[in-house]
């Protein structure tokens, strides 16, 4: 019997995925995997996250893993933050999978202890496409829409958004700018997966924040128990 490649691929991938899933719950944390497209604000997301992280008055650990075809310049960003980050290159591979995660928990390690982690994000290449069909041993897949790129997505790709814990609607400080009906867009999206969480808020105002952090962090408090 012929078991199609893609299926054996996601097959061997569902192993190396459980194993991190194993690895990251021993140590209690909580892990989020980010999907967008390119410049929805994954980056900036994380940079805001990890500012308001370190206001808080219990400390928080934090590391993030960066996933891009090419470039080191996320991780670069996260690392100015005071954040443990490691990069991944997929070179040409447009998403991310458990094995690229697997050697960045390693890498991951010389930096931070692994054991004691609260929370980790791993961004996601940008890609609403094939980045929700590889599991990379998170506890919740994230997707960040943003308003430029207007209200549609959730009808256009509603894998991603069926797949996600919770959708991040970023960059709300431009509504009143362009073309994007906030209403539909969390509508359309609820109508896909009736259990999403929804974030609205502006990395660059820090609007809405708030509500994400705390939803990070019962995340973070449910797993550390
Ligand atoms: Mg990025
Ligand atoms: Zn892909």
Known sequence: ???PVERRILAA???LAARNRERLRAAGCFV?????????????????TADALRAKPAPVSFAVIEGDIATEQDAARV???GVAAVQINTRGDCHLDARMVSGALDR???QTDLSKLDLLIIENVGNLVCPTEFDLGEDA??????????????SKYPATFLRASAMVVNKIDLLPYVDCDLDRLIGDARAVNGRLA???LSCRTGEGLEAWIDWLLAGARRNGE
Not at 32 to 48: D, F, H, M, W, Y
Request: no cysteine.
């Open 1 to 3: 019997m012929e078991i």
């Open 13 to 15: 991938n569902e192993d």
């Open 32 to 48: 989020v995997n980010l999907i967008s497209s390119p410049g929805a604000g994954k980056t900036s997301l994380i940079e805001r």
């Open 79 to 81: 690392r100015a933050r």
């Open 108 to 110: 991951l390690a010389e």
């Open 141 to 154: 897949k994230v997707v960040v829409a943003s308003v430029p790129e207007g209200d549609d997505k959730p």
């Open 198 to 200: 929804v974030f609205p």
